[in-house]
């Protein structure tokens, strides 16, 4: 059997379009406190969020399903253009952020061999940001597995986070 490496593969891609500053996106997706707010889709909440945000600092964040069942989330951030972009890898884990692989969670989850997740911050001009989400699975199976309808679900969150701090302005 062979693996499938990052470039052979359509990888998941999801793209919004904010009514907001590129700044104010960049700090809904990298503060804490807010990634607290978003992360995970409808109906799930993320009660722990831990982030050393820098090149070589590890996030660790607790998805709550609405039935309570916690599901940890461990990574490493490996490139962070401020403002434009961020690379970083992304496994299911522990609550100390040990890795733990899907199914011994009952999970399915094909991640691409040597693929990291990709979010890009592009200005568009008149206080718009385009955000790129480039995930590290295959579009089939992100599509299969409801991974591309919860990534949709955490922009949807995302855009209500970004809609508060740009009202606070």
Not at 89 to 115: C, R, T, W
Request: aromatic letters at 10%; glycine letters at 8%; hydrophobic letters at 35%.
């Amino acid at each position: 059997m062979t693996k499938n490496t990052v470039n052979e593969i359509e990888r998941m891609v999801v793209t919004r379009i904010f009514d907001a500053p590129r700044e104010l996106v960049w700090k809904a997706w990298t503060d804490p406190k807010y990634v607290m707010q978003w992360w995970g889709p409808k109906g799930f909440t993320s009660p722990v969020c831990k982030m050393d945000f820098r090149v070589g600092g590890k996030y660790l964040i607790c998805t709550r399903t609405p039935d309570g069942q916690e599901f940890w989330h461990g990574g490493e951030y490996h490139e962070i253009v401020p403002h434009e972009k961020i690379i970083s890898s992304m496994y299911f884990s522990d609550s100390e952020g040990n890795k733990v692989e899907p199914a011994q969670l009952g999970i399915e989850h094909e991640a691409i061999e040597g693929a990291n997740d990709v979010i890009l911050f592009e200005d568009l001009g008149n206080g718009q940001t385009k955000l790129t989400f480039i995930g590290n699975e295959p579009m089939e199976s992100a599509t299969n597995s409801g991974q591309l309808e919860g990534m949709n679900q955490v922009l949807d969150k995302v855009a209500e986070v970004v809609t508060k701090l740009a009202q606070a302005k």
